[in-house]
């Protein structure tokens, strides 16, 4: 097992880029396949030091044993020499370029390692460099890696060539002391600095530029994602895990990992959409026709096997994808290099996926809409019967992919989920929006639509249908079996959400209306619909579940919100599309007026817009479909459309939108995705580029793709689909998206289309992100709970466990000996990141341990069982009285009708996660009748026989017992009421005895019953 350190060589900033968006540190797929940079070694024709030599743009890389040389040119110099001498052939020109050379030195290097070349070229080169033959060498073959062994003690390095300059650091049997050893001392640089999570090597010809340490681990098959940094400390640079990390498998850390890939499906596959998880794996969701091909699944998944769909005799599916399916699921690791698993999710009928999201436990949960009556559902679901039309599925599948671990219908007789009226769909595929979340407890939380008029509701702020079409928001618990909230949001026409987040005690939720009579209040932005279809946001309290505040948003125009966000201190960001004249706010906003698509930010109360502007290629018209919006910890604001021709209502056309300099792909035949990213307050334009083919209308089928918190977009799309939309069978498939090098899929196996994905870093100005995973959070104390950080970057870490106690351990484990609600408080301090502390909090729920305790014995006089119960931290008591008898009293009674020995068990709390038990013997014997044996003699001179006057007698406890003496003239001197107490021939048992004689005594056993007396001699 080994750990990897990779980086990527970025080049000269603001001159070239070695390193492309798209790279992968791996070998290439053929021993001979073309690297872009070769390393040629070094057999005498260059300096001694020197083992192998790259040729870079501007310079060249020589590779040392201990260490790189950077030679360069500045670029300025490079060209106008190279244009002086493509003008002048027959001159020499006497003027030298600027150069400057960077040594980066492996520091502490004892013994000169060996070297090995990998991917070796068949082509070669020769060297007759000057008269000196010694200096000459011939048929050189060059290779795309090099590998030096034991560096450090156990410690590899490796550099490629295969698309951009790509080194990384092999640890064997890896260790925090192994990763300390690393150090690289940079020489002749004029400084440098950490920016943005990147090293900066600043040169008089360039900077320098390695990109963010990127951490992962691959661990049977999946690729892990931990977190690293560098550590600056003068000219030496060494890297910083900010995680735990497995030594028994590989640990990859890499700056880049970015990738583009087909679905590799054969049948036809159309693209909806795609999320991630905590390890940067993407999830993809599409359709699939297994008729026509199979889809690649994966041995073990789910479903192996199409379930076919609806056909309408001609081949074709249920309107509007007209395409007979299944969902198809895909799972990537974070690299793309692997399809982690694939599977067919579907009944009879057809089905569509909306929206996808990964839990907290990195299961995958799917919004999605069926036809099919037999759509997998589990056991104990809420509702495990289609009710007719389409109903909203929402499906839990297992991180393996291998378990259904939960799925429900939700609907009723109308068409659920489906958006399925025209003025609100104007887009191709909008029909299959919606959007599913989940909270950290797992509860899962749906905005959606519906035409039924009987839908499910719990705690709902409006209970009647409203129009042709409402919004519909709703809350499972996380095994789908219990409905915790559902609400209609609907007026008299039609209404549909398509947004929800989440944020402390409030939902949020987006979408589009075209009613009049929607519940607005008098503080609401705008309460009335501005025209025809207008965006709406409101919001419920998580609660109580009560809807608070919906305001309208929107022109005399047509004007849609499909994205809401969030910013870091609450205020409410929407996107969408708009055919009215929608201001910048403030003028120096990014942005023209009166393009097709906004961006809108409202206060949290949905009282005020303070922000507002517009971006696009025409006026007044919209030219891309909405895919995925985010608004970052750092709140720079992030989308993703896609334009093409595929487009319905609006022209859609991805031509002459603004791109940046750094572009993955700046251009376009107007028929890609258009990704945008602006600076915080929309100040800005950070980034922009195009993706997409040459030669299809690259699109996605509704649905939502995803931003991760970092900026990572995960996106899914519908790509190289033929010209012509019908199911004509084609004779070829077309293979024009970009994929990269070493996906899974780079090529389209069908004749139709492929789910394709790609992820892209867009390497904005870097956030921390306060994060961490408790286990267990509910228990019996004393609870120990181990925490697990999550966190993205951080220089410290502060926990408060909520009970007085501290830490700033990564990784703490904490023991809370009192039963209480705890708030557990992680603050994460980063001074080189845009907002230098994030906080993120969770609660522990610690129950007081039941401890079942209880008294028994059984009263023979009264023949009746007398318990005691002293149990602690109690609030269910079950008793069970070993004769088929049971009691849930906290202190019961219970007769028994034969004697015998029983065993009595308590159960304290019983089905709780503090369940306690105790069981006592008891033995039962016949109704008893006391019996007595009377004397009336006694010597009381302490011989000591006979001293002491009592009654013999069994049970006589049984009754009240008074005992009197008199002595002949009546006078009392002595009483007892204990059978046991004696009478020792004394007045009242004290120092004075009485005289020799003959006394009187009345004994009374029970109070009913008669005296018995008698006399009594006293001898000494």
């Known amino acids: 097992m080994y750990f990897c350190l990779q980086m990527i060589r970025s080049g000269l900033i603001g001159v070239f880029l070695i390193a492309a968006f798209i790279g992968f540190a791996q070998e290439p797929n053929t021993p001979h396949s073309k690297p872009t940079y070769e390393f040629v070694p070094n ?132 260790t925090i002391e192994k990763i300390a050893q690393i150090q690289i001392v940079i020489e002749g640089a004029s400084s440098i600095y950490i920016e943005n999570k990147q090293l900066k090597i600043k040169t008089p010809v360039g900077t320098l530029t390695d990109d963010e340490p990127f951490v992962y681990q691959e661990i049977n098959g999946e690729v892990v994602q931990l977190n690293c940094k560098y550590i600056l400390e003068d000219s030496t640079v060494s890297f910083e895990l900010l995680a735990d990390f497995d030594p028994d498998y590989p640990l990859i850390i890499d700056p880049k990992l970015i990738f583009s890939t087909y679905s590799g499906s054969v049948g036809d596959n159309f693209g909806f959409t795609a999320t991630y998880d905590s390890k940067g794996s993407l999830y993809a969701g599409g359709i699939v026709d297994g008729d026509q091909g199979s889809y690649p699944v994966t041995s073990g998944a789910y479903d192996v096997s199409w379930n076919f769909g609806y056909n309408d005799g001609l081949g074709r599916g249920r309107a509007p994808a007209g395409l007979t399916n299944d969902i198809s699921i895909s799972k990537y690791d974070s690299a793309g290099t692997k399809l982690l698993w694939a599977t067919y999710l579907g009944g009879g009928d057809d089905e569509f996926p909306h929206s996808l999201v990964a839990d907290r436990n990195d299961d995958l949960l799917i919004l999605g809409t069926t036809y099919s009556l037999n759509f997998p559902h589990s056991i104990g679901c809420f509702d495990s019967t289609q009710a007719g039309g389409t109903d909203i599925i929402v499906t839990k599948l297992s991180e393996d992919g291998t378990t259904l671990l939960a799925s429900t219908f939700i609907g009723h007789k109308g068409d659920d989920g489906l958006n399925n009226i025209g003025s609100l769909n104007p887009n191709y595929a909008d029909e299959f929006r919606g959007d599913i979340i989940t909270d950290d407890d797992g509860n899962i939380f749906v905005a959606s639509c519906t035409r039924s008029d009987s839908m499910p509701l719990m705690n709902a702020s409006q209970v009647s249908f409203g129009g042709l079409l409402d919004g519909f928001a709703f809350e499972l618990n996380s095994t789908c079996s219990e409905l915790k909230w559902a609400t209609y949001l609907g007026g008299d026409k039609v209404d549909a959400l398509y947004s929800i987040k989440l944020i402390k005690n409030k939902i949020y939720v987006g979408g589009g209306s075209t009613s009049k009579n929607l519940q607005t209040t008098d503080s609401s932005f705008s309460k009335l619909n501005s025209g025809g279809a207008d965006g709406i946001i409101a919001w419920y309290g998580k609660d109580d579940k009560q809807l608070n505040q919906l305001t309208f948003w929107g022109t005399p125009s047509y004007d849609q919100i499909y994205f809401i966000g969030i910013d870091a201190i609450g205020k409410i960001y929407a996107t969408g599309q708009t055919e009215g004249t929608v201001e910048k706010l403030p003028a120096s906003t990014y942005g023209k007026t009166g393009m097709g698509q906004f961006i809108v930010r409202l206060d949290s109360n949905l009282t005020n817009v303070d922000l507002s502007t517009t971006f696009g290629n025409q006026l007044n018209t919209p030219n891309l479909v909405p895919s995925a919006f985010l608004i970052d910890v750092c709140d720079h604001i992030y989308f993703s459309g896609w334009g093409s021709s595929k487009s319905n209502l609006f022209s859609g056309s991805t031509a002459d939108m603004e791109v940046t300099g750094d572009a993955e792909q700046s251009v376009t035949d107007s028929n890609d995705f258009y990704i945008i990213v602006l600076d915080k307050n929309a100040e800005g334009l950070l980034y922009a580029t195009y993706f997409g083919g040459d030669s299809t209308a690259d699109h996605v089928d509704g649905g939502t793709s995803r931003f991760d918190k970092r900026g990572v977009i995960y996106q899914s799309v519908c790509s190289s689909c033929p010209s012509d939309d019908d199911l004509a069978i084609e004779t070829s498939g077309i293979d024009d998206f970009p994929t990269s090098n070493g996906t899974v899929f780079e090529v389209n196996p069908s004749v139709r289309c492929s789910n394709a994905s790609f992820k892209i870093d867009l390497q904005i100005k870097s956030a921390v992100i306060a994060d961490f995973i408790a286990n267990p959070t509910v228990g019996c104390g004393p609870l120990n709970v181990n925490f697990t950080n999550k966190s993205i970057l951080g220089n410290s870490f502060e926990w408060d466990f909520g009970d007085g106690t501290t830490s700033d351990v990564i990784n703490p484990t904490h023991l809370y000996n009192e039963a209480g609600l705890f708030v557990v408080t992680l603050t994460v301090i980063d001074s080189t990141t845009c907002n230098i502390s994030s906080v993120y909090q969770r609660q522990i729920l610690v129950l007081a341990q039941s401890n079942a305790e209880f008294n028994v014995s059984f009263n023979g006089c009264e023949n009746e069982l007398e318990i005691e119960n002293t149990s602690s931290n109690g609030f269910e008591y079950k008793w069970d009285f070993g004769d088929g008898n049971t009691s849930e009293n906290q202190n019961p009674k219970h007769d028994y009708e034969n004697p015998g020995t029983y065993n009595i068990t308590l159960i304290v709390n019983e089905g709780s996660l503090c369940e306690s038990e105790a069981t006592q013997s008891v033995e039962v014997v016949e109704k008893i009748n006391p019996e007595i044996t009377l004397y009336n003699v006694f010597t009381p001179n302490n011989d000591p026989h006979n001293d002491c006057f009592v009654f013999d007698g069994a049970y006589l406890e049984c009754k009240d017992y008074l005992l009197k003496i008199y002595n002949r003239w009546g006078e009392k001197i002595f009483e007892s009421t204990s059978p046991t107490e004696c009478w020792n021939g004394r007045i009242q048992n004290t120092n004075t005895a009485v005289a020799e004689g003959t006394y009187f005594y009345v004994l009374k056993l029970g109070n009913s019953s008669q005296p018995i007396s008698g006399v009594i001699d006293v001898i000494y």
Request: glycine share 8%; aromatic share 16%.
């Open 43 to 174: 057999e005498g024709q260059w300096h001694p030091l020197a083992l192998y030599k790259s040729s870079i743009p501007f310079g060249n890389l020589y590779l040392e044993s201990t260490g790189m040389v950077y030679d360069m040119t500045h670029p300025e110099d490079y060209h106008r020499l190279h244009q002086w001498k493509h003008d002048h052939p027959t001159l020499l020109n006497v003027e030298q370029p600027r150069r400057h050379a960077v040594r980066m030195r492996f520091k502490g290097v004892k013994y000169a390692p060996k070297t090995k070349l990998y991917n070796v070229q068949s082509h070669y080169y020769n060297y007759y460099l000057g008269s000196n033959s010694d200096k000459w060498a011939s048929g050189i073959h060059p290779g795309g890696k090099v590998h030096f062994s034991n560096v450090y003690n156990g410690v590899d390095f490796e550099i490629t060539g295969t698309q951009d300059i790509k080194y990384q650091w092999v640890l064997h049997s890896p």
